[in-house]
C-alpha cells in the first residue's frame, strides 16, 4: 500500500509539472498588469514651487504622466489599473498653497 501512495504522489507531480511548465499544455493564459498608485495630493491641484524648484506636480501634470504610461503600457498589449489612495484635501476645501 505504501509503495503505491508513492507511485501516485510521483505520477500526480510530474502530472503537475507538465501541465503548469509546458507551453504546449499550459492552460492559463498570462495577463500583464501595472498597478499605478496615487497618494497625499494636499491640494495641489495646480503646479507649486516648493524649495525653489518651479512648476512641479499638480493634477494636469499627474495625469499626463498616468496617460503616457497608460498608452504605453496598453500598446505593449499589458494592462493598467489606477488606484488613488486620496488625501486630495487638507484644511481647507480648496487648498493650492
Given amino acids: 500500500m505504501k509503495a503505491f501512495k508513492t507511485s501516485f504522489r510521483v505520477i500526480v507531480f510530474v502530472a503537475v509539472v ?19 498608485h496615487t ?6 491641484f495646480l503646479k507649486f514651487s ?17 496617460n503616457i504610461v497608460r498608452a504605453e503600457i496598453e500598446d505593449a498589449g499589458g494592462h493598467v489599473l489606477l488606484l488613488s489612495a486620496g488625501n486630495v484635501n487638507i ?5 493650492c498653497t
Fill in 18 to 36: 507538465c501541465l503548469f511548465l509546458c507551453p504546449t499544455t499550459s492552460l492559463a493564459k498570462i495577463y500583464y498588469l501595472t498597478i499605478l
Fill in 39 to 44: 497618494n497625499d495630493h494636499h491640494g495641489h
Fill in 50 to 66: 516648493p524649495f525653489n524648484n518651479p512648476d512641479v506636480g499638480g493634477m494636469a501634470a499627474r495625469s499626463t504622466l498616468v
Fill in 91 to 95: 484644511g481647507v476645501v480648496v487648498s
